[in-house]
C-alpha cells in the first residue's frame, strides 16, 4: 500500500508538472506561429517586396474570375452566400466555441484549452498581420462585393484553417475509420472553398488567401506540438494525427 501510494504521488506531481508545461507551451506556441511560418515569412516578403510574377498572378487571377463573376450573377449569389454565411468567420468561429464548451462538459479540459488557443490565437495574430501589412484590397470596376479592412492575410481563409483543424483533430476519434478519410475530403474542400470564393468574389488577392492558409497551418502546427509534448511528458504517448489529437475522447473520462 505504501508503494502503491508512492507510485500515485508521483505519477500526480508529474502530471501537474506536464500541465503546467502544456498552458506554457500553448501561450509561447501562439506567439512563436506569428514568426515562425517560413513559408508564410516568405510569401510576406514577396508581397512587401511587390514581386513582379506575383503581382502578374495575383492580377491575372482577379480579373478573369471578377470578369466570371460579373457574367454569371446566380453564380456569384451562391458564392457570395457561401462566403458571408457558410464559411463566415463568425460562424466557424461560433462552431468552435461551441465544440470547446463540450469538451469542457466531457471533461477534455487540455484539449479544450488548446481548441480555445489555437481559435483566439489565429483570429488575434491575422488581425495583427493585416494591420503591420497594411495591403490594400483588390480596385475592379463594377464590383460584385465588398469587404471592410486590409487584405493580407485572408482572414476568411485563415479562420477556415484554424476552425477546420480543430474540428478535425478533435472529432475523428469519434467519428467510425471507414468515414474519416470523408471528413478530411470535406475539410480541405471548404477549406480551399473559402479561399476560392474570396478571389472570386474580388475582395482578396490570391495571394492573401495563400498567405491565410500557411499562417492557419502554422498557428495549428505549433499549438498541436504544445499539446503532443504534454502527452508524452505525461505518459500519454505520442497520437497518429489520423486518430485525433485525443484519441481517448471516446472514453467517459478522456483526461486524468
Same mark, same amino acid.
Given at each position: 500500500m505504501v508503494v502503491r501510494a508512492a507510485v500515485l504521488r508521483l505519477r500526480d506531481r508529474r502530471r501537474r508538472a506536464a500541465? $503546467?508545461? =502544456?498552458?506554457?507551451?500553448?501561450?509561447?506556441?501562439a506567439l512563436v506561429a506569428a514568426v515562425a511560418a517560413v513559408p508564410f515569412a516568405l510569401l510576406l516578403v514577396l508581397v512587401e517586396g511587390r514581386w513582379g510574377p506575383l503581382r502578374r498572378l495575383d492580377t491575372g487571377a482577379a480579373r478573369r474570375l471578377h470578369h466570371t463573376a460579373v457574367t454569371h450573377p446566380a453564380w456569384t449569389d451562391v458564392l457570395r452566400f457561401l462566403s458571408d454565411w457558410v464559411w463566415d468567420p463568425a460562424? %466557424?468561429?461560433?462552431?468552435? /466555441? %461551441?465544440l470547446t464548451l463540450w469538451l469542457l462538459y466531457r471533461r477534455a479540459w487540455r484539449l479544450a484549452a488548446w481548441s480555445a488557443v489555437t481559435a483566439v490565437a489565429g483570429g488575434l495574430i491575422g488581425l495583427l498581420v493585416k494591420t503591420v501589412v497594411e495591403r490594400a484590397r483588390p480596385s475592379l470596376e463594377d464590383?460584385?462585393?465588398?469587404?471592410?479592412? =486590409?487584405?493580407f492575410p485572408s482572414g476568411h481563409a485563415m479562420t477556415a484553417t484554424t476552425s477546420f483543424a480543430v474540428l478535425l483533430l478533435v472529432l475523428l476519434p469519434l467519428v467510425p475509420r471507414a468515414w474519416r478519410p470523408l471528413c478530411w475530403a470535406f475539410a480541405v474542400v471548404s477549406v480551399l472553398g473559402v479561399g476560392f470564393t474570396r478571389v472570386a468574389l474580388g475582395v482578396h488577392w490570391f495571394s492573401d488567401v495563400v498567405g491565410g492558409w500557411l499562417l492557419g497551418l502554422a498557428?495549428?502546427? %505549433?499549438? /498541436?506540438? /504544445? =499539446?503532443?509534448?504534454? $502527452?508524452?511528458e505525461s505518459g500519454r504517448g505520442h497520437s497518429d494525427v489520423s486518430e485525433g489529437l485525443e484519441p481517448e475522447l471516446v472514453d467517459a473520462h478522456p483526461e486524468p
Open positions: 500541465d $503546467r508545461r =502544456f498552458g506554457a507551451r500553448l501561450l509561447g506556441a460562424v %466557424l468561429r461560433t462552431v468552435v /466555441a %461551441l464590383p460584385v462585393a465588398h469587404a471592410p479592412g =486590409f487584405s498557428v495549428v502546427a %505549433l499549438t /498541436a506540438w /504544445a =499539446f503532443e509534448a504534454w $502527452r508524452t
